[in-house]
Each structure stands twice: as C-alpha cells, then as structure tokens.
C-alpha cells in the first residue's frame, strides 16, 4: 500500500494505468523478458493498491485492463525492440525506489517518455568498434591464430558498419540478417585470399557471434520454463529464423564463390 | 586457460557495449562472462564433462557470481546475466546446423540442432535455479524481519 511519503501520492486508476504501461512499454522495447515486463507492471500496481488488474505480456503486444465490462483496457503494440541494458537500469531504480520518488505524476510520465527517445549511450561507431573487439576476441577464444584474430577484427567491424548504414533503409530484421552474413562472407574471403594463413571457418565463426540469436534461443527456452509458452514460441521460432537467414546470407556469397568467382580468382 | 579469460573478458566486455550496458557495470561484466567460459572450457576439454553438464555448472557459478555484482552494484541482476551468459549460448550451434541443413547433410545438422537445444536448456536451467533459490532465501530472510 501507498503509506510512505512519495511524490506519487493519491493517483486516480487512470493515471497508475497509464504509468504502469509507460514502465512495460519501456522494458518490452529494450529488451526485457516478458516475466520481468509483466512482474514490474503488476507490482507497481499493487504499490498504489489496485490489485484487479490483469496483464498478458508477449514480445509484439502489452494487454493491459481489468476483467469487468465497465473497465477501462490499455493494448500496446510493440514493432521494434532492442537491447538498452542502461534503459532496464534506470526503470529498475525507478520501481524499486517509489516510496522515495519526490517528483509528480506530470514530472515521472515526462520522465518516462524522454527515456523512450533518449538516445542509447553508446553512438554507432563505438558500436561498431565493439563488434570488431568482440569478433576478433572470440575468433581467438575458439581456436584462431594470430592472423585470424586480424581478420576476424575487420569482418565483424565491417558487418556491423554495412548494417549500421543500412538502417536508415529500415530492412526487416530478415533481410537484415542475410546482408550481416553475406558482408560476413565477402570480408571474410576477401581475407583469406589475402593471407595464406587464415582459415575460413575461425574468422566467420567469431564474426558471425555478435549477430547470432543464441540469447534470444535461451531466453525463449526460460520463457517456456517459468510457464509463458507464447512468449516462449516467440523467441524461439524468432532465434530460429534468424539463424536461419544469417545461414543464407553466408552461404549464398560462399556458394557464389565457388561456382563463379573462384574460377575468376584462377 | 590465463588467454581464454583474457580474451573472453574482453568479449564480453565489448558485448556489454553492444547491448548498451551502463558504462561502470562493463568491468564486472567482462568478470561475470570470463569466468563462465573458463569453467566451462575446464569442466568441457580438461575434465571431459559432457557440454549440457559443463554448461550448467558454469551457468550456475555465473549467475552466483552476477548476483553478487548485482547486489554491490545495485543494478538489476539481468545486466550481468544477459552478457555474462554470451560466451557459453549456442548460437554457434544454431548456425552450423542451420548451415549442415542447407546443405542437404541433414543428420549431422539436426544432431547439432539438438545438441543447441540442450544446451540452452542447461543455461536456462542453471540461471533459473540460483534466481528461485535466491528468491526463496530472500522471502524467509523477510519473513524472519516480521
């Protein structure tokens, strides 16, 4: 219950409806798991004491209302997620610090939704440049040598460049990920042709890990064990068509090659 | 094994920024991934544990790990486990077999496949214990309080 002196004191329904789904709609698009999205909104309810208010949470949808037919019912859709761990971050402090919070409702939903648009901490070239670290280093943890670690460095940076500068396309996440594998592929063969001692197979395999859906497949697999099954379909047939269309990419420039271009190289 | 912490440290540090990790919590970040990978890689090559195995206890040594930062952090545990967990998830599976299934070997590629499957079943698992045990730690430690 509400009894300690919080800046968020006295809010109509309406008003802990519309901040509950502000808080989900924040967790939902950077990439919390479901569980978490709809434990936050129903805790934050129970702290201002409405306790009948029901939540469905999957990845694309927040469903959000009471279960009588005069209530009101909130639905959010949800298009585009990512992952702003910095996001989930600030809204944990928020939720565990209400009783804490000086500041109104007007002030918090203001709050809320300059977070929605704020843009992430890191910028796109950093990002690019931790693709490239992250690629190099797992090209070495998996069993490079020291060339490989070189052109694992440039393949993951260039795969992250060519999709960085093909978003303003806005490509579906498909497409997306055939264009990461094909970049993948050509910079990787570009490699090889240039130094004798990289293998093909080290430098892709530690290029292909910032892109592919390992964590996405887990965390459906947690989604089915805590007993979200929809949620848990989800993700995993979403980390499965992933994988699926970074196979294609890669494979259709490394088939490519070798039909027409290796002929060429000859 | 001092290169494998190394290097995954670092990797998952920088995947700490790819997910936009705040930037004070990368360090225990990069601690938290490398040393999952490294009890993995010794329970995996130097014991000779099977993967599913050698990845549940590695999940498990990483989130008791990634709890610990959360509470000196006061950050939620998620942001450790999410990049902590990276190193040991098998997207590397998913692809091969996805990559054997192109290319019409379908055996090996749905052996693979599987094996991906149980494997993250295994990290689910390691990451969903030691969150309920901690849960059900923290409601007694509560109800002792009242």
């Known amino acids: 219950m509400n009894n300690c002196c919080s800046g968020l004191q006295s809010l109509t329904r309406e008003q802990v409806m519309n901040l509950a789904l502000a808080v989900g709609k924040l967790l939902l698009k950077n990439g919390a798991e479901t569980s978490r999205v709809e434990d936050s909104m129903t805790r934050l309810c129970y702290h201002f004491g409405i306790y009948d208010l029901n939540v469905f949470v999957t990845p694309t949808v927040i469903i959000f209302g009471d279960e009588t037919s005069e209530g009101k019912s909130l639905v959010c859709r949800i298009r585009t997620r990512s992952v702003n761990l910095t996001v989930l971050s600030k809204i944990n402090n928020f939720t565990y610090n209400l009783c804490s919070w000086s500041q109104g409702y007007e002030a918090t939903m203001d709050y809320l939704n300059t977070m929605l648009e704020e843009k992430p901490p890191y910028n796109k070239w950093l990002l690019c440049f931790a693709s490239a670290v992250s690629s190099a280093c797992f090209a070495q943890v998996l069993g490079g040598n020291d060339h490989d670690f070189v052109a694992a460095f440039i393949t993951g940076g260039v795969a992250m460049v060519v999709l960085k500068l093909l978003g303003g396309y806005r490509p579906s996440a498909f497409w997306e990920n055939v264009l990461a594998g094909a970049a993948i592929g050509a910079t990787a063969l570009g490699c090889c042709a240039m130094s004798r001692q990289c293998t093909m197979e080290a430098i892709t395999v530690g290029a292909l890990m910032p892109f592919l859906p390992g964590l996405a497949f887990t965390n459906g697999l947690r989604d089915y064990m805590a007993g979200d099954l929809i949620s848990g379909n989800c993700r995993v047939s979403e980390a499965v068509m992933f994988a699926l269309s970074i196979t294609i990419g890669l494979a259709g420039v490394l088939v490519m090659w070798w039909h027409w271009g290796w002929q060429l190289w000859r | ?146």
């Not at chain 2, 450790?80 to 967990?85: E, L, R, S």
């Not at chain 2, 996805?98 to 055996?107: A, E, K, L, Q, R």
């Not at chain 2, 214990?129 to 923290?138: D, G, K, Y």
Request: glycine share 8%; aromatic share 14%; net charge positive.
């Open chain 2, 1 to 146: 094994m001092f290169l494998h912490f190394f290097f995954s440290f670092i990797a998952t540090a920088a995947f700490g920024v790819l997910f936009q990790a705040p930037k004070r919590t990368l360090a225990m970040c990069g601690l938290v991934g490398a040393i999952g990978w490294c009890i993995y890689k010794y329970l995996g090559t130097n014991l000779e544990y099977s993967s599913f195995y050698a990845n549940f206890a590695a999940t498990v040594a990483l989130s008791v790990f990634a709890e610990l930062f959360a509470r000196v952090a006061k950050e939620p545990a998620t942001i450790f486990i999410a990049t902590g967990v990276i190193p040991l998830v098998p997207g590397l599976g998913l692809y091969k077999g996805m990559n054997m299934i192109i290319g019409s070997n379908y055996d090996q590629g749905v052996t693979i496949l599987i094996t991906a499957a149980t494997d993250s079943m295994a990290i689910a698992l390691g990451v969903m214990m030691v969150a309920s045990i901690l849960r059900v730690l923290h409601v007694r430690k509560l109800k002792k309080l009242i």
